[in-house]
């Protein structure tokens, strides 16, 4: 039977574990939310920018508080959070003890998505050559608990990480009934913004489109207009790089109009990037950030989109122009001049609601497919 994250959360909270931070991750998205409504721990949830931030983060609170932290990640972040679990959290550097959640995607057998299905094969061997111990829960371990009370034991007794790998549905459902009201001034649905740009922009532009639905929006969209998908390139992991990709594309042909779409959670996982392009000046370099204030993709968790400025951010970084939109006249309307713009790099930010369809499907076509036919159109316009 599924765990309940409310009794998960409780063990945990039992256990004095107050403090958890992480980037959220569709298989620990129930108790993520049961988390958020907790109103007692809410102020010590902080949803990080990226999963490395959240070590730091959580290695920080214990420092000042002497109390066990917890991290939660997708295995996909992972990678981001190596560099400060080898020369931060370990034993042989400043040992310090954490709980380490990680939702493990393309676990071998489970039907999964071609990004997950290397990080999911080797999930179990990184750790081990990491030599951060483990213990693998499922919906089947009715012992969660003493899985818990034996990694904590482990924690204390050696002030180090220990990792819990969650495999798919091992948390039921669990409804956040304190979910904040949603904000009536978004109106535009992604989805629809997607269409627009799409229809507004010349054939002759690249589209470089960030992680989760975004991409997948855009695969579904080119596909009911019987367009290829040649023109387009689906980020679909490596979340937070799109931008560094467009702008290693954007360097390669400076005679081609490049659109990096990209979200709020995805650019402020790597936001040092938008120094990069601003440093380049590409003036070929169009940046659509399309800003739902959550993490949409994997259950609509808060980013910190909310407190940024993305005016003030995008000309501090040397974007050379700003747009907004928040309706459909205005959408269209500064899509237009955004188009025109001939000095980049500019950066239009465009505010949606939450949201997407249910029925929303994944690209059919393979990533390496999808690069072999993007590079020969690229080989196409840059002999136009
Ligand atoms: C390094 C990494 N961490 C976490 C994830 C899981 N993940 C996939 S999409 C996504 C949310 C992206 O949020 P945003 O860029 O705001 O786009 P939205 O989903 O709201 O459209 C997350 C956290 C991931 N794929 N890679």
């Keep these: ?30 108790l993520c939310l049961c988390i958020d409504n907790n109103t007692e721990i809410r102020d010590k949830h902080i949803i990080a920018a990226n999963e490395g931030s959240a070590i730091a983060l959580a290695s920080g609170y214990y420092i000042g508080s002497n109390k066990i932290p917890l991290v939660y990640m997708q295995n996909s972040g992972l990678g981001n959070a190596i560099n400060p679990l080898l020369s931060l959290t370990d034993p042989e550097v400043y040992s310090i003890p954490m709980i380490i959640l990680i939702g493990w995607r393309g676990e071998p057998g489970v039907k999964d998505e071609p990004q997950h299905i290397k990080q999911g094969r080797v999930q179990l ?70 269409q627009k740009i799409i229809e507004n922009i010349s054939d002759n532009s690249i589209i470089i489109s960030t992680t989760g639905k975004t991409s997948r929006e855009i695969f579904e969209i080119r596909e009911q207009n019987n367009q290829s998908h040649e023109n387009d390139f ?78 003030l951010l995008s000309k501090s970084m040397n974007y050379k122009n700003y747009s907004f939109a928040n309706n459909e ?21 465009i505010q949606v609601q939450p949201g997407s369809r249910s029925d929303l499907g994944r690209p059919t076509t393979t990533p390496e497919q999808n690069k072999l036919d993007l590079m020969s159109r690229i080989d196409e316009l840059s002999k136009k």
């Design 125 to 194: 061997n990184l750790l081990e050559s990491m030599e951060l111990p483990y213990s693998v829960i499922s919906s089947k371990n009715d012992n969660y608990k003493d899985i818990i009370d034996e990694g904590l034991k482990h924690i204390k007794d050696n002030l180090a990480p220990y990792v819990f790998v969650i495999k798919k549905n091992t948390f039921s459902k669990f409804d956040n009934n304190n979910k904040e009201n949603i904000n009536e001034k978004l109106i535009l649905k992604r989805e629809t913004v997607l």
């Design 1 to 30: 039977m599924s765990i309940s994250p409310k009794l998960f959360l409780n063990h945990l909270l039992d256990n004095n574990v107050d403090f958890f931070t992480g980037v959220p991750d569709s298989l620990l998205k129930y």
């Design 329 to 349: 006249s205005t959408l269209i309307q500064m899509l237009n001049d955004f188009n025109q713009h001939s000095v980049g790099p500019s950066f239009f930010e």
């Design 234 to 311: 689906l980020t679909i992991g490596s979340m937070g790089h799109c931008s560094s990709l467009a702008l290693g594309i954007a360097k390669a042909n400076p005679d081609v109009n490049i659109y990096c779409i990209d979200g709020d959670g995805s650019m402020i996982m790597h936001m040092g990037s938008l120094s990069m392009v601003g440093q380049q000046m590409p003036k070929n370099f169009k940046h659509i950030l399309i800003n739902n204030f959550v993490h949409e993709s994997v259950g609509g968790q808060n980013t910190a989109s909310n407190i940024i400025n993305f005016d």
